[in-house]
């Protein structure tokens, strides 16, 4: 039997979680006196602790109960709570699957717990055979699965995440950041089926509100609970809470644009494929593409000085570039360096054979 109190840090489980003004009394109307906010001003009273119209707007979209629905401040405070609800500085361990999004790391060093790195394979997948012998430690706490994976764009094979959730007793995360972009089913109503997972996604990529910072967790209620004790009681403020309420409330925008990504995407291949300096695409169920390249840090410079600015990855994955998807223009100035630069490197390679 699963028993998440046993994977939760001990002062966590015994921790009184702050209770604040508003979470004593839970009325709208009244004179309040109660907070020692100041009585004058628009953004003048804190803001509900639970998020709760946001996980409102959120039921509506998606179905899930507002108890298996947590706000953080990004997808970031999110990872960082998870180490620190489940994981002993000094003593814990979590694993990821590299290359993937770097923050697994820093919240792990942050957090002074050792994360395990397990390579890819060469398709970018999870290669089962070294897991299980990790599964035996009694101190290895989380599994973090970003999928699909930044930076390499794939989503994971659902077998293979299927058999981590099952056969790992610890804690799995898998990190949607980019999934409104896929055609791959989400795992974000899986929770029910396995006590251990907690889906993350995120208000910052299709929704377009990376500056709000508004990141979303599924979990069953025993997590959610957990999380909300140890989270800051006003995590989120109520400019942030109210754009993301406001994108849901506007879902014809983020379809019109999500399709509009998706469609340049497809261009943007289209392109690519024909230039000669763009050596493979890497399949991507996101809103960027890795590609690979005769020499990353050579054409990341050239390109960052016809202004166009793409993330170099040759430390990741050699001699590869990540590129977003951007706006139609965007897209076509990448298009438009690119060329100019093999049509540059032609004719320098006729000046130099003459
Ligand atoms: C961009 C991204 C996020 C988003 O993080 P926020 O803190 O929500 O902005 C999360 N995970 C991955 C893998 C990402 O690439």
Same mark, same amino acid.
């Given at each position: 039997?699963?028993?998440?109190?046993?994977?939760?840090?001990?002062?966590?489980?015994?921790?009184?979680?702050?209770?604040?003004?508003?979470?004593?009394?839970?009325?709208?109307?009244?004179?309040?006196?109660?907070?020692?906010?100041?009585?004058?001003?628009?953004?003048?009273?804190?803001?509900?602790?639970?998020?709760?119209?946001?996980? %409102?707007?959120?039921?509506?979209?998606?179905?899930? +109960?507002?108890?298996?629905?947590?706000?953080?401040?990004?997808? $970031? /405070? @999110? =990872?960082?709570?998870?180490?620190?609800?489940?994981?002993?500085?000094?003593?814990?361990?979590?694993?990821?699957?590299?290359?993937?999004?770097?923050?697994?790391?820093?919240?792990?060093?942050?957090?002074?717990?050792?994360?395990?790195?397990?390579?890819?394979?060469?398709?970018?997948?999870?290669?089962?055979?070294?897991?299980?012998?990790?599964?035996?430690?009694?101190?290895?706490?989380?599994?973090?699965?970003?999928?699909?994976?930044?930076?390499?764009?794939?989503?994971?094979?659902?077998?293979?995440?299927?058999?981590?959730?099952?056969?790992?007793?610890?804690?799995?995360?898998?990190?949607?950041?980019?999934?409104?972009?896929?055609?791959?089913?989400?795992?974000?109503?899986?929770?029910?089926?396995?006590?251990?997972?907690?889906?993350? %996604?995120?208000?910052?990529?299709?929704?377009?509100? +990376?500056?709000?910072?508004?990141?979303?967790?599924?979990?069953? $209620? /025993? @997590? =959610?609970?957990?999380?909300?004790?140890?989270?800051?009681?006003?995590?989120?403020?109520?400019?942030?809470?109210?754009?993301?309420?406001?994108?849901?409330?506007?879902?014809?925008?983020?379809?019109?644009?999500?399709?509009?990504?998706?469609?340049?995407?497809?261009?943007?291949?289209?392109?690519?494929?024909?230039?000669?300096?763009?050596?493979?695409?890497?399949?991507?169920?996101?809103?960027?593409?890795?590609?690979?390249?005769?020499?990353?840090?050579?054409?990341?410079?050239?390109?960052?000085?016809?202004?166009?600015?793409?993330?170099?990855?040759?430390?990741?994955?050699?001699?590869?570039?990540?590129?977003?998807?951007?706006?139609?223009?965007?897209?076509?100035?990448?298009?438009?360096?690119?060329?100019?630069?093999?049509?540059?490197?032609?004719?320098?390679?006729?000046?130099?054979?003459?």
């Amino acid at each position: 039997m699963f028993d998440l109190k046993t994977l939760v840090r001990p002062n966590i489980l015994a921790l009184k979680p702050y209770s604040s003004a508003r979470d004593e009394f839970k009325g709208d109307e009244g004179v309040f006196l109660d907070a020692n906010e100041n009585p004058f001003g628009t953004l003048n009273r804190y803001p509900n602790s639970d998020q709760k119209n946001l996980k %409102q707007k959120l039921t509506a979209y998606n179905g899930i +109960a507002n108890n298996n629905t947590f706000a953080g401040n990004g997808s $970031d /405070e @999110i =990872i960082d709570l998870i180490y620190r609800i489940f994981c002993n500085p000094g003593k814990d361990k979590a694993l990821t699957f590299t290359p993937t999004f770097g923050m697994y790391q820093v919240a792990a060093d942050i957090n002074d717990i050792e994360l395990i790195t397990l390579p890819l394979n060469d398709e970018f997948q999870i290669n089962r055979n070294d897991l299980t012998s990790y599964f035996e430690d009694e101190n290895l706490k989380l599994i973090f699965i970003c999928s699909p994976n930044n930076p390499t764009g794939n989503c994971f094979n659902k077998s293979d995440i299927e058999f981590i959730l099952k056969n790992f007793k610890g804690i799995v995360i898998i990190d949607e950041a980019y999934a409104d972009f896929s055609d791959q089913q989400s795992w974000q109503n899986s929770f029910e089926a396995y006590p251990n997972l907690i889906v993350i %996604q995120t208000f910052s990529k299709a929704w377009a509100l +990376a500056a709000a910072r508004i990141g979303i967790a599924y979990a069953n $209620d /025993e @997590i =959610i609970q957990l999380l909300n004790n140890v989270k800051m009681p006003y995590n989120i403020s109520k400019l942030n809470e109210t754009a993301a309420i406001e994108a849901l409330e506007n879902r014809k925008d983020f379809e019109a644009n999500k399709q509009i990504i998706l469609d340049e995407k497809a261009l943007l291949i289209q392109e690519l494929k024909t230039l000669d300096i763009i050596k493979k695409i890497y399949p991507s169920d996101a809103n960027f593409l890795l590609v690979e390249v005769e020499d990353a840090n050579q054409l990341y410079q050239n390109l960052v000085d016809q202004k166009v600015i793409t993330r170099n990855r040759n430390s990741l994955v050699k001699n590869s570039i990540r590129i977003t998807v951007g706006r139609p223009e965007e897209n076509k100035k990448l298009i438009k360096a690119l060329t100019d630069l093999i049509g540059f490197k032609n004719l320098s390679s006729l000046n130099t054979t003459k």
